[in-house]
């Protein structure tokens, strides 16, 4: 864990830091008779409602487990649920996004195979559901990354069927069920998976990932929702100035 509220420690000269901004190990309980998730990668979580939500992995997968691990944030302690409507099947390298009630879930590995599908836990009712789709459907994917911004889904990059990397850009729509292809990613942002996504300022910011097996970037980029433009902020370690890093 690590206290967000003592980041500003890391604006004052090093001499008059309070070095309280630290990560923390947080010791966690089980509920009687369950075993904690356990070590796990390529899994995906969400938080709702103080609740932290665990979904797939490649260690879980392997066991076939069925059941959603949430960690209580208030109690810090895990259990379980048995969710209701369809059977879905565990998977890892997809992701999990919240919007309103639901977690919705694209793509990854499923029993050997990369998928293009959408399923959504709905946390009132605790049940899965399938989510039909209308539109030009992105090509199956792992390793990609997703955030919602203004009731979309945006998806990028990843690794298709024959594990080559993407640097495409989806949106779908989750009231409307709409996916769209969205502007072509510059030449100079190199396909990747196994990078981070995230919202800031109205912009999805890209980090690093992977390109080849031996080369792993360390670049950062950003697509803006409002112009619809790609932008390259930082690249082999040298900082670009631009418009963005300016006004932010």
Not at 196 to 213: N, R
């Amino acid at each position: 864990m690590l206290d967000l509220e003592d980041l500003d420690d890391l604006n004052m000269q090093p001499e008059d830091r309070e070095m309280s901004c630290k990560w923390h190990q947080v010791d966690t309980t089980t509920r009687k008779g369950l075993k904690p998730p356990g070590s796990i990668s390529h899994h995906s979580s969400v938080i709702h409602n103080r609740k932290m939500y665990l979904f797939g992995g490649n260690t879980r997968c392997a066991e076939e487990e069925h059941d959603i691990y949430f960690l209580n944030l208030d109690t810090l302690q895990w259990n379980t649920l048995k969710p209701n409507g369809i059977k879905v099947s565990c998977r890892d390298e997809h992701t999990s996004v919240l919007h309103g009630d639901k977690m919705y879930v694209f793509g990854g590995f499923d029993r050997g195979e990369r998928r293009n599908t959408i399923v959504a836990f709905d946390f009132k009712s605790e049940s899965w559901g399938e989510v039909e789709a209308t539109g030009k459907m992105p090509p199956p994917r792992a390793g990609h990354s997703a955030c919602v911004y203004n009731g979309k889904m945006y998806v990028f990059g990843g690794k298709d069927e024959d594990n080559m990397k993407l640097r495409d850009l989806w949106s779908f729509d989750l009231e409307a069920r709409v996916w769209a292809q969205l502007a072509s990613c510059p030449n100079e942002i190199e396909p990747r998976s196994g990078h981070s996504a995230c919202v800031f300022d109205h912009h999805m910011i890209i980090f690093a990932g992977i390109h080849e097996i031996t080369k792993e970037l360390d670049d950062l980029a950003c697509f803006s929702f409002a112009s619809g433009k790609w932008d390259h902020m930082f690249k082999a370690g040298k900082e670009k100035s631009n418009s963005f890093m300016h006004n932010t």
